[in-house]
């Protein structure tokens, strides 16, 4: 069974930041790419970064690009996003999930949420 744990979330002002952070167990971590989605409450899931298993490259949704950085230790199993100059519209639930981009579609694949909520 898929056990990914987010951790991290919280309220905090628009301009501010948050470290969100995910573990993983039961699966081999270093061989899949990790993504992180986030859904806004009454919205469609969205996909926001990816990364590959050896950590290079990275991707973002064009939203967050130069504010949130994604990256992975696949010793210590662990998933990162790295939330700078926060907005409003980044509050939601957000998930880390095994796989690519595609992952936002497949719910089996994330794990517990983490939620941010930003004020303005």
């Known amino acids: 069974q898929l056990q990914l744990v987010a951790s991290g979330g919280a309220l905090v002002q628009a301009g501010g930041s948050l470290r969100l952070t995910c573990t993983a167990k039961t699966f081999p971590f270093s061989n899949y790419p990790m993504t992180w989605v986030r859904q806004a409450p009454g919205q469609e899931p969205e996909w926001v970064a990816t990364?590959?298993?050896?950590?290079?490259?990275?991707w973002t949704t064009d939203s967050v690009k130069g504010r949130f950085t994604i990256s992975r230790d696949n010793t210590a199993l662990t998933l990162t996003l790295q939330m700078n100059d926060l907005k409003p519209e980044d509050t939601g639930l957000y998930y880390c999930?095994?796989?690519?981009?595609?992952?936002?579609?497949?719910?089996?694949?994330w794990g517990s949420g983490t939620q941010v909520v930003v004020s303005s």
């Open positions: 990364i590959n298993p050896s950590s290079h490259p990275t």
């Open positions: 999930a095994r796989g690519g981009r595609d992952v936002v579609r497949d719910r089996l694949s």
